[in-house]
């Protein structure tokens, strides 16, 4: 059973950082690419970033490039979000996603539960 669990949500001032983790399990992690997706309250899902299965090709989307860093540890099924210099417009329930092939794609057959992040003064 392919299980996807987020944590290292939490509440940061503006300007703060926090990184995001999401253990998997029941699948070859290491075969398949990845993906954080985002969702703000009444909002429909953005995806974020996505990384290659096992070549480390990253892809971000132009809100968070410089300032989010997506990452994999295959030998731990860990994927990775840094974040760094969160604004408000990052507040959003963070999902980790997985693809149904090894390069990125924007088609995810699985995904976590969430985890709240929230950039606020």
């Known amino acids: 059973e392919v299980q996807l669990a987020e944590s290292g949500g939490g509440l940061v001032q503006p300007g703060g950082s926090l990184r995001l983790s999401c253990a998997a399990s029941?699948?070859?992690?290491?075969?398949?690419?990845m993906s954080w997706v985002r969702q703000a309250a009444g909002q429909g899902l953005e995806w974020v970033s996505g990384i290659d299965g096992g070549t480390g090709t990253t892809s971000y989307l132009a809100a968070v490039k410089g300032r989010f860093t997506i990452s994999r540890d295959n030998a731990e099924n860990t994927l990775y979000l840094e974040m760094n210099s969160l604004k408000p417009e990052d507040t959003a329930v963070y999902y980790c996603a997985k693809s149904n092939t090894y390069y990125y794609s924007t088609t995810l057959d699985y995904w976590g539960q969430g985890t709240q992040v929230t950039v606020s003064s």
């Open positions: 029941g699948f070859t992690f290491s075969g398949y690419a």
